[in-house]
């Protein structure tokens, strides 16, 4: 019969999983990343308000996208600071994972349910139309996989600056910046045009694909402004900040569409090149040996 195990033993089991208690934070990243799910819950505030009159000039559906885009200037501004600082933590990782998923989960995909039904004339309660019951899975969707993201990144995420050359999957502020550069867009340039409005959910449960896909994507920051660059670096940034300023609706459209499907675009090509290249391997790397042939006896 086998013994039973004492209570010590289970005493020290409880005490390894209950970890160590916080008692030392950083502030000014935390207050940062604070802002950043802030950022999202007043996204959230105003696409909830979006069929009421509007804030000068500005509808609240493009105001809501604003708060996101703002919300992705802290998020970057934090892990920066906390990484110039020699200041990151497990503290620190979780409390922006837990903003992100406010500001880049949910935000983006309520705005998009907002956005279209109030176009589209749809009742706030699930119906049985079809499309809207579409609509209704594209942002269950979208929220869950960036859930699934977000706690992927957090298990698999290394702290020093090295890991931070790229991403394994469409990072979720990437995604949420698809979403609602497509909301302003349609909002200021292009109001009434209803064939976006179509195009939008789809749009999200492509993101939301991608967010949990093994896709490598690059990091902007570390890639373009990090160290000693080529100078055609310098002249793609000029060329993008002069876009923004000739047009800063179409060009968040344009810069955001570009990164989400850049990487996916190219992992297509290597696909059917049958390179492999564009998938991060989660472990290191390993030669595969074809099986040994059994020997025939003579």
């Not at 789809?202 to 949990?212: D, E, N, Q, Y």
């Not at 896909?213 to 690059?218: D, Q, T």
């Not at 990090?226 to 810069?255: C, E, T």
């Amino acid at each position: 019969m086998p013994r039973l195990r004492p209570r010590a033993d289970k005493g020290r089991l409880l005490r390894r999983v209950r970890r160590q208690r916080v008692k030392y934070i950083t502030v000014l990243p935390s207050l940062i990343t604070i802002l950043n799910g802030v950022f999202g819950f007043i996204a959230i505030v105003l696409a909830s308000r979006g069929a009421e009159t509007e804030i000068g000039g500005f509808s609240y559906f493009a105001m809501a996208g604003y708060m996101v885009l703002l919300a992705m200037f802290a998020d970057m501004l934090d892990g920066r600071l906390a990484r110039m600082s020699h200041s990151t933590s497990s503290f620190g990782g979780q409390l922006d994972s837990l903003c992100d998923l406010v500001s880049f989960g949910i935000a983006p995909a309520f705005l998009m349910l907002n956005v279209v039904e109030s176009e589209l004339g749809l009742p706030t309660v699930l119906g049985g139309n079809l499309f809207h019951r579409f609509i209704w899975l594209a942002s269950l969707a979208y929220i869950s996989c960036a859930a699934i993201r977000l706690a992927r990144f957090n298990v698999e995420n290394e702290e020093d600056e090295a890991a931070h050359a790229s991403f394994v999957g469409l990072p979720s502020p990437a995604a949420a910046g698809v979403i609602v550069s497509l909301v302003i867009f349609h909002q200021e340039d292009v109001p009434g045009f209803n064939a976006l409005i179509y195009v939008l959910p789809i749009v999200t449960l492509g993101v939301a694909v991608l967010m949990v896909s093994r896709i490598r994507y690059p990091h902007i920051l570390n890639l373009y402004l990090r160290g000693k660059k080529p100078f055609s670096y310098l002249i793609q940034v000029l060329f993008f900040l002069g876009v923004v300023v000739w047009k800063m609706q179409a060009a968040l459209v344009l810069i955001f569409g570009f990164f989400a499907a850049g990487s996916f675009l190219r992992w297509l090509y290597d696909k059917a090149l049958h390179k492999g290249v564009g998938l991060i391997p989660t472990g290191q790397e390993r030669e595969v040996q074809p099986p040994a042939s059994p020997e025939i006896p003579g």
